[in-house]
């Protein structure tokens, strides 16, 4: 029989260890490879849903552009009418506003003429006194002035 030296001993521990170190590598990549093709097909699959929602993000925005560039021009149109009302309404006001209102004032003057003219109708409504606090009406006030006036 031949006796091991330590030299071969140690050579043996040493591929013992080695062995071990390079199936635990193995192990390691191995898992490493999997998770990797995961995350491939994840990336992939991630891509194939996204391209889709950009596609209708995208038309979603130019939709309401769209829209947004339709009420632009509707906001300009009303902006434009509103101007020539404007316009419109200075045009009348300058034009028959100083002679309606000469004409209704004319118009009440002769009313007030003619009401002024009739025997039994007041020009004016009756005023009321305030005597501390409270209202007492003109035909009270006229009962109180000629009580007065017998005193």
């Known amino acids: ?14 591929a013992v260890f080695w062995a071990i170190l390079v ?23 991630v ?19 769209t829209q947004i560039d339709r009420v632009d021009s509707i906001a300009s149109d009303v902006q434009e009418v509103t101007s020539n009302a404007s316009a419109l309404s ?12 000469k004409v209704a004032a004319f118009g009440y003057g002769v009313r007030r003429a003619i009401a002024g003219r009739r025997e039994n109708v007041p020009a004016k ?5 305030v005597i501390v606090g409270r209202s007492v009406p ?14």
Not at 23 to 45: I, N, Y
Not at 49 to 56: E, F, G, M, S, T
């Open 1 to 14: 029989m031949r006796t091991v030296s330590g030299g071969e001993v140690a050579g043996i521990l040493v």
């Open 23 to 45: 199936s635990f590598l193995a192990v390691a990549l191995a898992r490493l490879a999997q998770t990797l093709k995961a995350t491939t097909k994840l990336v992939a699959d």
């Open 47 to 65: 891509t194939d849903q996204a391209v889709p929602l950009l596609a209708d993000a995208s038309a979603a925005v130019r939709s309401a552009q």
């Open 90 to 101: 200075t045009t009348v006001a300058s034009t028959f506003g100083g002679p309606l209102v």
């Open 125 to 129: 409504a009756p005023r009321r006194t």
């Open 138 to 151: 003109s035909a009270r006030r006229a009962q109180r002035n000629t009580r007065e006036k017998k005193d």
